[in-house]
């Protein structure tokens, strides 16, 4: 068998036995094992992210402890299973190009200043709202006139102009 870090789509089924229903990484929608196993394909495919684009200076070793960061090396995970491992869609030649451009786009997202060091830092706690918060938005709901105003489309004015012209005498 191929290694992994090597070979990252060994990791991955054949077409033939590619399941009826797409896979999903919604990490809070995992049961427990499903989450420690799909963790550590995430860490295999990360390892080889690392090592094989020199990304170890920007996604810290303990990148799996930090939420946002886990997500988007999610979100480019599966987007290289799609690119790499995926049928090939019409008007999706540069597909492979696309995916390194986003991994480019995202990587400043994968930086932990707090961690370059190599030493894991805890983000700071989150700052609760304030009381009164939930009760505010829900007024805001109800009275803005951003959520309270009719339905319309921002072209529907210059539509209308324009079939009020046509359909001026000449």
Do not use: K
């Not at 427990?32 to 390892?47: I, K, N």
């Not at 939420?67 to 790499?84: F, K, N, Q, S």
């Not at 939930?134 to 079939?163: I, K, N």
């Amino acid at each position: 068998m191929p290694d992994a870090l090597d070979h990252p789509a060994s990791l991955w089924q054949t077409p033939d036995a590619v399941q009826q229903e797409p896979q999903r990484w919604v990490w809070a929608a995992m049961n427990p094992p499903e989450r420690r196993a799909r963790m550590r394909e995430l860490a295999t495919w990360v390892d080889w992210l690392r090592r094989t684009f020199e990304l170890h200076n920007n996604i810290p070793p303990c990148w799996y402890r930090h939420p946002p960061v886990v997500e988007h090396l999610t979100a480019l995970y599966a987007g290289w299973i799609r690119t790499y491992a995926g049928e090939q869609a019409p008007g999706r030649e540069l597909a492979e190009a696309d995916w390194i451009n986003t991994l480019h786009n995202f990587t400043p997202r994968l930086q932990l200043a707090a961690c370059a060091s190599g030493r894991h830092q805890d983000p700071p706690p989150l700052v609760p709202p304030p009381p009164g918060a939930a009760e505010a938005f829900e007024m805001y709901l109800v009275t803005a006139e951003a959520t309270t105003a009719a339905a319309v489309h921002p072209a529907a004015a210059e539509l209308a102009r324009r079939t009020a012209e046509l359909d001026a005498p000449l």
